[in-house]
Each structure stands twice: as C-alpha cells, then as structure tokens.
C-alpha cells in the first residue's frame, strides 16, 4: 500500500510542470451529441484518437470526466479510451423546454496535468404524444358572431422540442368551422377556431367537435379532446386587452406577493354583458405554482419564490371573459433578473494531504471553481493566505492549481493549514473558504549505524543451544518508523563449502540485537564463521547498515580415535597375508586412524596391547606400522591375532583399539583367498568380489577427512570350482582389479602407499565388504607371482553403498 501511495506522490509531482505547457490546450469545447433513451454503456466516442492520444496513455496519464456539479451521465473507460454512457439519458428531464439541451464536462488528464472542455448535446426522439390538460372544452358562440371570427381553444402540450413538438391541429369535419394553427413568440403553437359560416341557433344549437393535435414527429403522434359549442343568442361583442403582449422584468429575489403586472381588457356590451372577470388561460402546473390573478382587477402577483439559476423566463397567458359568452386572451411575458445570491463553489478534484519533506515543487490540490450567478455575479476571483511557502496557479476555465513553492522541511514545521478564498464580484460581494490540512512527512535520510564497525564473539563447543553468545547495536537519526530499526543475519563473506547453513547455527532477535546459538556447536564440524548483520529501519525506500561478526569455536577433546583400517569388524577372512620367509622389519599392515578434534587432542600414538606369540610383531608408537619384529620361520604359527590400541593426546586422553588377523603362507599362489563357506565344501552360491580404491587424507590436526572411493566388480572364483565355469552376471571380465589406498601424510598418521584388495562378504546382493590382504608392490622382497594383473577392457562402472 505504500508503494502506490508513494507512485501517486511522484505522479502529483509532475501535475506542475506541465502546468505552463497546457498554454491554453484549446478554448474551443470539442462537440458530440446523442439521441435521448440511448441505452446506457453505449458508446459516445474515442477520447484517446479525438485528443490524438495513444490507447493506454489515457490510463497512465490518469484520465478522468469531470462534469458540473459532479453529475456523472459518462464513463470513460481508461484502458481503451471509450466515452460511454453512464446510464439512459432522458432530454425532457435533463433540459425540459430548453432547446439544444447540451451537457458541459471537461477531460482531465492528471499526469502531466491538462484539460479538455467538452459538450455533449441530447438530440430530442419522438417519444411523447400531444397531451391536452382538459379533454374536454366548452365554448359559448353567439349566433350573431359574423363569418371569419375567431375563437381561441386550449392548446395541447408536448414534452418534445423542435419538430417533435406539436406541429399543427385538425378539427373534425362540419360545415361551420376549421381550425388554425397559430405560433406564439416562443414558438409553441396554439389552435384558433374560425367561422367560416354564420351560427343558426334554431337551426342547430349545439355542435361536438374532436380537436386533434398532431406533432412533426416521424411517424407523427397525436393527442384529441372534445370540442362542445353551445350558440347563444345576443351578446355579440368579446372583451379586448389593452396590449396583446405584456413584457416585465423582475429580480429573483422579489418576495412573495410581489405585484408584477397588471393587465387590462374592455367589452364594447353594456351591462352585464360588458362586465370582465380574468384568470390564468391554460396554465403549466410551474406558473400555477408561481403566479396568481387577481379575477376582478387583473393583477398578477407572485406566488413563489423565483429562482434565476433553474428557470429564467415565463409566458403567461391570461383570459378575460365576460358576463356572457365571449372571452378575449393576452400574455404576459416575465422576465426574471439575477442577483448575487449564490457563493462561489469550491471543487477539489485532487487532494494529497501528506508531502514528504525535501521534495522539489509538489502538486497539493488541484481544485475547480464555479458560481452559479451569472455577469459580474458569476465571476470570481481566488487566494490563499500571505507567508506560507505555497502558490496557486490559474489554469484553464476557473482551474486551480495549489503547489509547494520550495521544498519543505519537517524538521522546521510539520505541519500547514491553507485556507483557499473564493469571492465572487457581485454586490455584495459573497465569498466561500476551504481549509487544506497538510502534514509534512519524514524522508529516511539517515541509514542506521552501529557502534562498531565489526564484532569477535568466543564460545566453547558443545555448548547448549539457544545460548546468549553475543550482541550487536545500532542507531538511526530519523524519526517514526524511519528510525526503527529490525536487525536480520546476511552470510559472511567467504562461505564454506562444508560449513552448515547460518541460519542453523545462530539466530538474532530482530528488535534488539541479541544473538543466540541455534544448537550445540561442534568445533570438529565448524570451527569459526563469519557473518553480517544487516539493522534496517522501516523508511521507504528502506535503508541499512552492516557489521561483521566472527564467532570463534573453542576445541574440547570430545572426539575419541576412529580407526579407518583395519575395519572393526574384519574377519579371519580378511587376514593380512605374510610370506614366511619375511625379514625383521617386514610391513604386515598399518593401523590407519583419524581425530576429529584439533592440536594436541588430535595428537595420536599407537601401542600393541595383546598379541598371540609376543615378540613376534611390534607396532610403531608414531605412524601405526605394524611390522615383524625377528624373521619368520616354518615354526611359527599359521594365524596370528593383535590387538592395537590408539590413544590420542587430549585431557582427558581418549582411546580405540582394533584387531588384527595375520596369516603366515608360503608364497602368494592366488591373488586373494578362497570364501569361508566354499573351502568348507558349500554349494556354489555366486559371490562377488569387489576391489576399491580408497583415497584416505587426513589433514594436519583436523577432524576433517575425505574418502573417495572408485568401485570395480568383477566375478569371484569359486573354491574348487573349474576354469571356464559361467558367472551369474554375465558380460563382466575375469581377473583382478588392483585398488591403492593414499595418504597425504598428517600429523604422521599415514606416511606411506598402499594397495588393498577387498571383497564382498556376502551374496551379490548384499554391500558388506571385507578386506583380504595387502598388495604390497612397492617391497623389495615382492615376488613376481604377487603382481595382480589388471584388465584393461574392463568399463563397467558400479556405485556401491558401504553401511
């Protein structure tokens, strides 16, 4: 949410300057029309081709309709620039009378800032039919009247204008009359019926006539009342007014029962015959509501409040009627005068109540101004109050533009009140105040900062977790949410391969700093780790600073020897093979053993513990060679088994011991030995022997050591078993397969090469393995039967899980 309040601050921004471009965009209104009863969602236009704009540029630019009084009748669709009808549009309710009815709204494209005036004129459809107020007329007609007289009769009404309003009136067929068609000075049309033959009471005393209304609609409507004509004998003269047409002028502001003017009429008739009573001829529901006469004296004084702004003119039509049969017509034409009664009206199209502090000139409100008098009254003139670092600029047609005259600084004052003043120049003088309350908002310009640019922190391993190692600090000069501060972890900046992930080894409490450790360190595992921290603050944009942190770990001696060869639990099986005629200082095998922990608790020495013909082996205390102490002799033991300790140097020391088997034999005949169970007359079962090779390397005091192990397979002989026998895996080569175990010679654990051949103790699927014995290449003593040839066509490649 703050990321688009922020994108309408910087769109607000550029209002301003493209203020100054708009020059004028055009005076000239851009014209549309629509037909009346158009369904809504119907289209009126393509603002974005009429105002030569690209199809998104309206949505970025913000574009919106604005109309008076905010009466929204269109829509504007941003995306593709469509002007639509908001809604069915109705002339008769919109305009009445007033012909064209035209709508004035403006465009306003907000990014950069412009406007667009616009009229858009409601075209009048057929869609009322004449109407007469009374269906049904009587008319008194002496039968004296002479041929060519004219009596008035009530006209009908119709809600439609121009040609849709009433065109002309029929009467039905007779022999004594034909009706006119007469046309006022506001144009509306009236019916007069003229004699063309002369009455004959005895003859015919009454007729009934249908009046008809036609409009110039297409297909014409129409509407009918009943004509009754009552002949009467002797009153043959109809009153007469003074003036056919009566003009006045009065101001809105006339108070009720105001006399406004007074028509007169004369009958020639004497007696009661001449005697002239008047009255409102036909009137419109409005001028019953304003206008009342006096029937005796002919004064027509106001009823109701008039009002400039909603209905600026009147035609009145009065009837003067005498005691008898004949009546006489005139109209009074009421012109009604303004006066400054209304205050200028304020409205804000775009508001922004909070400006960030040293922001360049910003666009605070952009306002319109209207007042619904009219001349001088209508005119206005605007302002804002003196001393306050803002300016209010004119635009187009009574638009205002409130912008920062410089950028602000919240630190000075943070907070500003605008009064905008609008005075109209009539008499007196009305004036309208709106008040803008804006907040001037903290910028973040300030990143946090720590007390110390980087932190050492010591703990001893095995520690318990969720352990207090350590804390961090920082500080931020601004204020409010730009000042505070959330403290989060970033990896150091020399990751390690093997080191576990940070965020499993310490953790930070975001408010305060404080580190902790996740879980007990292990110094064999990890031994230092650097890291940063990261205190942000939660401005926008955000900013942060950083500090290093190293954590060293502390070594305990918690790690005891690890013998990697022989295995623990080798087999007789996996004996080391020794020809007998072997010297003093014969190398039967090494003890091969690791330390996980560092410097002198990782120190090893070995020592022979058991063995079962002492004297006949000794063990090196320093490198684990176990070698023959005297030469061997046809009286010796076959089998041999040593128990090895290895202790290293810690305090307290902590120790392994591990046997081994050693098998005295006359020459190396076979290149490995024949499987328990196959010496001891078992049924083949197919075994596999497996030879590895092993890359041991254990670095200088370290409990780290790699191994990498390459698997090549290939079919055991069975004991006794003939030579071409088939294999159960087919497709795999005969013959040995050489493997070498390496030292890379640390902290004198290992110091020399070896090879080891190794086999699978048990059926081809399973992964246990033993090793057989030493090929030892590098003696000089190794006989040439030794050697274990290698097969150079073999390909296959096996990956095997040793568990």
């Not at 039968?143 to 008035?152: I, K, L, Q």
Request: a negative charge.
């Amino acid at each position: 949410m703050e990321a688009i309040r922020s994108l309408c601050r910087q769109r607000q921004v550029l209002f301003f300057f493209l203020l100054l471009g708009f020059s004028l965009a055009g005076t000239e209104p851009r014209r549309y029309s629509v037909v009346e009863e158009t369904e809504g969602r119907s289209f009126v236009t393509n603002l974005a081709k009429d105002l030569g704009l690209g199809q998104r540029e309206l949505s970025r630019r913000g574009a919106r309709v604005i109309s008076k009084g905010n009466k929204m009748q269109l829509q504007l669709n941003q995306e593709n620039g469509d002007l639509m009808l908001q809604e069915k549009l109705d002339r008769e309710e919109l305009c009445g009378h007033t012909e064209p009815c035209v709508l004035h709204f403006q465009v306003l494209l907000e990014n950069p800032l412009e406007f667009f005036q616009a009229e858009l004129q409601v075209i009048d459809i057929n869609d009322h039919a004449p109407e007469f107020l009374d269906r049904d007329m009587v008319l008194k007609i002496s039968e004296s009247s002479p041929m060519g007289a004219t009596f008035p009769l009530k006209n009908a009404q119709d809600m439609d204008v121009g040609q849709n309003n009433i065109e002309n009136y029929l009467i039905s067929p007779n022999s004594y009359f034909r009706v006119l068609t007469r046309q006022r000075s506001d144009g509306g049309k009236y019916p007069e019926l003229l004699m063309d033959k002369e009455l004959d009471r005895e003859e015919e005393p009454e007729l009934r006539l249908i009046l008809t209304a036609q409009d110039g609609g297409s297909p014409p409507r129409t509407g009918t009342a009943q004509v009754y004509i009552e002949v009467l004998d002797i009153n043959d003269n109809a009153p007469v007014f003074e003036q056919s047409l009566y003009r006045v002028k009065i101001p809105e502001n006339s108070p009720i029962g105001s006399l406004i003017v007074t028509v007169s009429a004369t009958d020639i008739d004497l007696g009661f015959n001449g005697e002239i009573s008047y009255s409102l001829f036909q009137p419109s529901e409005e001028i019953s509501k304003t206008f009342e006469i006096d029937y005796l004296k002919g004064d027509i004084k106001l009823k109701k409040q008039l009002d400039y702004e909603t209905i600026k003119s009147y035609e009145v039509n009065i009837e003067g009627k005498d005691a008898g049969s004949f009546s006489g017509k005139c109209t009074a034409v009421i012109q009604v005068t303004d006066v400054n009664d209304n205050a200028p009206e304020i409205t804000m199209s775009t508001l922004t109540s909070q400006i960030p502090e040293n922001s360049p000139e910003t666009v605070i409100a952009v306002f319109s101004v209207s007042d619904l008098d009219s001349g001088e009254n209508g005119k206005t003139s605007c302002s804002i109050q003196d001393n306050q670092p803002f300016l209010l600029k004119s635009s187009l047609e009574n638009f205002y533009t409130l912008v920062t005259e410089r950028p602000l600084d919240r630190e000075q004052q943070a907070e500003y009140n605008i009064t905008i003043t609008v005075t109209d120049l009539g008499i007196p003088r009305l004036a309208t105040q709106h008040t803008i309350r804006v907040q001037v908002s903290d910028v973040n310009d300030n990143a946090p900062a720590f007390s110390q640019p980087s932190y050492t922190l010591l703990v001893g391993e095995n520690n318990s977790p969720a352990l207090h190692i350590g804390s961090v600090s920082a500080t931020d000069a601004d204020a409010g949410s730009n000042a505070q501060l959330t403290y989060s972890l970033l990896p150091g900046p020399e990751p390690r391969p093997p080191q576990p992930p940070l965020a499993s080894l310490v953790s930070i409490n975001a408010d305060n700093g404080q580190l902790f450790a996740l879980r007990s360190l292990d110094f064999e595992a990890v031994r230092a780790f650097e890291f940063f921290v990261r205190a942000q603050d939660r401005g926008s944009p955000a900013l942060s600073g950083q500090a290093r942190v190293r954590v060293q770990v502390l070594d305990r001696n918690d790690n005891a020897p690890f013998v990697l060869y022989p295995l623990q639990n080798a087999s007789a099986a996996c004996s080391e093979l020794v020809p007998r005629a072997a010297e003093a200082g014969y190398l039967v095998s090494k003890v091969v053993a690791v330390d996980g922990d560092a410097g002198q608790n990782a120190w090893l020495s070995f020592q022979l513990l058991k063995a079962t013909e002492p004297g006949l082996f000794s063990v090196w205390a320093h490198n684990g060679e176990v070698r023959t102490a005297r030469p061997l002799s046809e009286r010796d033991a076959p089998k041999h088994r040593l128990l090895v300790l290895v202790r290293d140097n810690g305090e307290p020391p902590l120790s392994a011991s591990v046997t081994l088997h050693v098998l005295l034999v006359d020459g190396f005949s076979q290149p490995f030995l024949p499987l328990p169970d196959a010496a001891a007359g078992a049924a083949p079962d197919d075994r596999l022997t497996v030879y590895l090779v092993v890359a041991l390397a254990c670095v200088s005091s370290l409990f780290l050591f790699s191994v990498l192990a390459f698997v090549a397979v290939r079919l055991c002989r069975r004991a006794g078993h003939a030579a071409g026998a088939g294999y159960p895996y087919p497709g795999l080569p005969d013959g040995p397969f050489p493997g070498q175990l390496l030292d890379a010679s640390g902290a004198g654990t290992l110091s020399h090469s070896y090879r080891y051949e190794v086999c699978l103790a048990g059926g081809a699927g399973t992964n246990d393995f033993k090793f057989l014995k030493p090929i030892l290449p590098d003696f000089h003593d190794y006989a040439p039967g030794r050697e274990i040839e290698e097969n150079p066509n073999f390909q296959n490649e096996f990956n095997i899980s040793i568990q």
